[in-house]
């Protein structure tokens, strides 16, 4: 383990005794792999160089997105409305099969409001975070899930990573409610934030649950959770050895 993880998860540990974390584990233990700066965990087994990956919330770090390119082959679809991803993105000569678009997902067709705080250059949210040195916000363009599958002739998601800064809970509501089910699923939450809470979190956790997916990584810091299909843990079967209950 490493150093940073063990003082991240010694962290959580005291947040949870705090009341300040959810108090939940890694319920089906499968063939991982990590990619990106960030250590994104996934299960390779599930993708290939047909698979669809959607990567909401780029910033001015891909490379999580250029890991999963060159490994499997396939093309990612980038998500993320902030314009310093938009002008960061505009720099480089990024690879065909990254395909980035310039708006968010969200659980409507529109715009949302955007804050961006003065010691964060590339981190954008839908909160405040009732701190003094926040910028004006700013209108960004967003889109639904569906609708995006929709426009690009979608019907199906083996993976999406959610990073979008306090908005993935309403992006988990609606693409439960609109019937999505992505093969495997990221999902940085932000209940860290004092506008958002381990509430709001939690029952995020148990709407998953309900809605068929299991827990196959969190990180030590206890924010990103790596979640995958259980009727996928039966498909894997010679590489899951062992599942516990749940949330």
């Known amino acids: 383990m490493r150093l940073k993880d063990a003082w991240n998860r010694a962290n959580r540990f005291l947040r949870q005794l705090a009341g300040n974390d959810v108090w939940n584990w890694r319920q089906v ?3 991982t792999m990590v990619f990106g700066k960030d250590r994104y965990v996934i299960c390779p087994h599930l993708l290939t160089s047909r698979s669809i990956v959607y990567s909401a919330g780029i910033g001015d770090d891909i490379s999580f997105d250029l890991d999963i390119i060159r490994y499997f082959g396939l093309t990612v679809y980038g998500f993320d409305p902030s314009p310093s991803s938009i002008a960061w993105k505009e720099k480089y000569n990024l690879p065909f099969e990254f395909r980035f678009f310039p708006y968010g997902i969200s659980d409507h067709d ?3 409001l955007l804050y961006q705080s003065q010691d964060e250059t590339v981190s954008f949210s839908i909160h ?3 701190r003094k040195d926040s910028f004006v916000p700013f209108e960004a363009p967003v889109m639904r899930l569906s609708s995006i599958m929709k426009e690009l ?3 199906r998601l083996d993976l999406l990573k959610l990073d979008i ?3 993935e809970y309403a992006v988990i509501k609606d693409m439960i409610e609109s019937e999505i089910k992505p093969v495997q699923l990221i999902v940085e939450f932000h209940h860290r934030f004092p506008e958002i809470g ?3 979190t939690r029952n995020a956790l148990r709407a998953l649950k309900k809605y068929g997916y299991k827990i196959v990584y969190i990180d030590p810091s206890g924010y990103v959770y790596s979640f995958v299909r259980r009727e996928t843990v039966c498909i894997e079967k010679r ?5 516990n209950p749940g949330i």
């Open 128 to 130: 405040g975070r009732g």
């Open 153 to 155: 002739g979608h019907t």
């Open 239 to 243: 590489h899951a050895f062992s599942v």
């Open 110 to 112: 529109g715009e949302i």
């Open 29 to 31: 233990r499968v063939q």
């Open 165 to 167: 800064e306090g908005q």
């Open 198 to 200: 381990i509430a709001m």
